[in-house]
């Protein structure tokens, strides 16, 4: 099992918490999702190889953006 760190900007509150996770969860491949508002920050636990790219445009999808 492959493990992802993304870090993301705009988060503000749970309801944010809820959306990124449920973005990265809708992704195929991806097996766990923790989000941590004040860490700014999703751990994502994969299955199967995914592409960062993948990642970044479900979470962007949703108006946060996932910095470097």
Known sequence: MK???LNIQGMTCQHCVRTV???LSSVEGV???EVSL???K???E????VPFEE???AVEEW???VVD
Not at 46 to 49: K, N, Q
Request: aromatic content about 4%.
């Open 3 to 5: 493990e992802i760190e």
């Open 21 to 23: 996770t449920n973005a």
């Open 31 to 33: 097996s766990k999702v």
């Open 38 to 40: 004040q860490d700014g």
């Open 42 to 44: 999703a751990r994502v």
């Open 46 to 49: 994969l299955e199967r190889d």
């Open 55 to 57: 990642l970044k445009k």
């Open 63 to 65: 108006g946060y953006k």
